[in-house]
């Protein structure tokens, strides 16, 4: 039986390749969330020994938050040794005074060649090591912005006793109702916490870092002599150097908090940045993570695969390709595509975007009724609404996707203003 009898005409083809592609391929974290819903939370071993360790923070231009993420660091509840170090980055304002006020071991920089977080952290890393030797174990990264849990280092000090070496942290957002941008940010980070990186730690694959909140063995920190990672995205950049070297990355239910971006404009520039920064790891290391998943046979590097890949350029493939199908086979009057190729065009057209939406909608009502009792807001309202607005960010990658392939981006500093500590996040959330 001809193929054409079956209705199978190439744009029909088309279209089944690509959606059975992204069934096959994004499968497995349907499997994460069936687990996380189906156990709940990781559990770490108690911790059998109190291990040292140093904050590592770099600092732009961020007087008016960086005393409350010292504070929070130092007022910790562990009782082991904790040193915070802050390092005011070509600043122009009273960043170094406020974070030596409040306790933080501060210096200044002012290279504006190598400027942004990863050179900061290669130099920091350098003079640490150098000045103190042996004294840290471990050492904590944290955006200037953050602040973090009383029980944050303890919970962490349970996965380093535990051997992993690195490892991340449960990250959620301390303004969730400053904006629906900032709703938006604050749903995808607790979703990548609870269903991605809890999940992956539950089955015993490798975790991914993503901006701040984690911790590297400083072990690692003097094998590889600094820090070495310049991308747009050194967390991502950084996580494959773990995949790619055998290194397992841990995850722990330790609770920072983040400032997101209020505006769509801030957010595009930002999320520009991110998406140029995984293009860069994408075609830099594509031959590691291929060696990995058919050499190696290993699942973390197919999962990271998945992860940097740019999925979305397929989707507006599809879009483009279905569309240019129906324009032509309508000007052509039957002869190139029938009527019911044209009617199916048109399906295939809205379902592409329906689809989409309806698949951020329920990753959003699933994060929000599963991490209901981490979301802290003023706004109620907002815990809904968020539910259909995030699907709308999510599909606003669609357009960065593209741009970010042709366009040059730099490294632009994120303004912080949301001044809260942790009581004010806990208690009513933040304006």
């Known amino acids: ?50 291990h040292t360790y140093a904050f590592v923070i770099a600092a732009h231009n961020e007087e008016p938050v960086i005393g409350n993420l010292v504070r929070s660091i130092l007022g910790q509840e562990y009782d082991g ?48 090591l150098n000045e103190t030797g042996d004294k840290y174990e471990a050492f904590f990264v944290m955006d200037a912005d953050n602040i973090i849990a009383p029980n944050y280092v303890d919970i962490m000090n349970d ?27 604050a749903l995808w980070f607790l979703r990548e916490a609870k269903f991605l990186n809890n999940a992956r730690m539950m089955l015993g694959t490798s975790c991914a870092i993503s901006g701040s909140g984690w911790m590297v063995s400083s072990a690692i920190i003097r094998g590889m002599h600094g820090w070495n990672f310049h991308t747009l995205t050194e967390d991502i950049q950084f996580t494959t150097f773990c995949n790619t070297h055998g290194i397992q990355i841990g995850y722990a239910p330790a609770e920072f908090f983040d400032e997101q971006p209020l505006t769509f404009k801030a957010s595009w520039t930002q999320r520009m940045r991110w998406t140029k920064g995984f293009y860069q790891v994408f075609f830099s290391y594509n031959k590691n993570f291929l060696h990995g998943v058919f050499v190696d046979h290993s699942f973390a590097s ?11 350029i397929l989707t507006l493939l599809s879009f483009f390709i279905n569309a240019a199908y129906l324009i032509i086979g309508t000007l052509s009057h039957g002869f190139i595509a029938t009527q019911a190729e044209l009617t199916m065009c048109v399906g295939s057209l809205v379902m592409t975007f329906a689809s989409m939406y309806l698949v951020f909608f329920v990753l959003g009502v699933l994060t929000t009724v599963s991490e209901r009792k981490h979301i802290h807001t003023n706004k109620k309202w907002r815990i809904v609404s968020n539910c259909f607005t995030f699907p709308i960010f999510m599909m606003s990658y669609i357009p960065i996707t593209v741009a970010a392939l042709f366009k040059k981006v730099e490294w632009v500093p994120t303004k912080h203003d949301i001044v809260v500590n942790f009581d004010e996040v806990m208690g009513e959330g933040s304006k």
């Open 1 to 50: 039986m001809e193929i054409s009898r079956l209705g199978l005409t190439p744009i029909v083809i088309f279209n089944l390749v690509v959606w059975l592609f992204f069934t096959l391929a994004y499968f497995y974290q349907i499997v994460y969330i069936v687990r996380v819903i189906a156990k709940g939370d990781v559990m770490l071993p108690k911790a059998k020994k109190k």
């Open 81 to 128: 040794r904790i040193d915070c170090y802050v390092v005011a980055d070509a600043c122009t304002d009273s960043t170094a005074e406020e974070a030596r006020k409040a306790g933080a071991i501060t210096w200044e920089r002012n290279d504006l060649v190598r400027k942004g977080k990863s050179w900061v952290l290669d130099f920091a890393f350098d003079r640490i």
């Open 159 to 185: 996965a380093f006793d535990a051997g992993y070496l690195v490892c991340t942290s449960y990250r959620n957002s301390k303004n969730f109702d400053s904006s629906w941008i900032s709703s938006a940010y």
């Open 302 to 312: 197919y999962d990271m695969l998945m992860t940097v890949a740019p999925g979305m």
